[in-house]
């Protein structure tokens, strides 16, 4: 049975950082596309990042440019979302994405779900 569980959430100042972690198992992903999504409260879920199979190619969107960055590591089938400079509107529930492109992930599609880590930035 394939897993995303992600880690790494919790409550932060302003101008903090975070550092969130998706652990997949069940199923190598080596061969996928990863990504990040978030989702406030009375929100639509929106896509914060994604990254190819090789790490070669990364989107960030133009919300957490400059501020975002994502990278994974295949041997452990993990990604990460570095979260910097993070501001109160920075806070949701992040959730973690496998798909077969990035952009499938860009366009919302994705084959696996994390089932979410909250972030919270106080001002």
């Known amino acids: 049975q394939v897993q995303l569980v992600e880690s790494g959430g919790g409550l932060v100042q302003a101008g903090g950082s975070l550092r969130l972690s998706c652990a997949a198992s069940?199923?190598?992903?080596?061969?996928?596309?990863m990504g990040w999504f978030r989702q406030a409260p009375g929100k639509e879920r929106e896509f914060v990042a994604a990254?190819?199979?090789?790490?070669?190619?990364?989107y960030i969107a133009d919300s957490v440019k400059g501020r975002f960055a994502i990278s994974r590591d295949n041997a452990k089938n993990t990604v990460f979302l570095q979260m910097n400079t993070l501001k109160p509107e920075d806070t949701a529930v992040y959730y973690c994405?496998?798909?077969?492109?990035?952009?499938?992930?860009?366009?919302?599609?994705?084959?696996?779900w994390g089932q979410g880590t909250q972030v919270t930035v106080s001002s």
């Open positions: 994405a496998v798909g077969r492109t990035t952009s499938d992930l860009r366009a919302g599609r994705a084959d696996y």
């Open positions: 069940g199923r190598t992903f080596s061969s996928y596309a």
């Open positions: 990254i190819t199979w090789n790490g070669a190619g990364t």
